[in-house]
């Protein structure tokens, strides 16, 4: 995995969603690559920071459906 990969599917990692073999590989990348891993500490900042200000609020299922399709075809 490339630091271009890392950036596309970072969001698929922090949120536990990639398959055990991209995981592996972005794993492995992050622990060689200090700027990737510093990447992955911003966005997890970010996403503490967002959890603990913002209310969640349920998204209708139709556009869970579509943002999950659009984001997996953006990943491949
Ligand atoms: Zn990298």
């Given at each position: 995995?490339?630091?271009?990969?890392?950036?596309?599917?970072?969001?698929?990692?922090?949120?536990?969603?990639?398959?055990?073999?991209?995981?592996?590989?972005f794993k492995h990348h992050i622990?060689?690559?200090?700027?990737?891993?510093?990447r992955i500490i911003v966005h997890r900042r970010i996403r503490v920071f967002l959890r603990k200000r913002l209310t969640p609020l349920p998204a209708p299922d139709h556009l869970k459906q579509r943002l999950v399709r659009t984001l997996r075809a953006v990943a491949e």
């Open positions: 995995m490339l630091c271009h990969d890392v950036k596309r599917v970072v969001y698929f990692f922090l949120d536990g969603t990639l398959d055990e073999r991209r995981n592996d590989d622990d060689a690559c200090a700027d990737c891993e510093a």
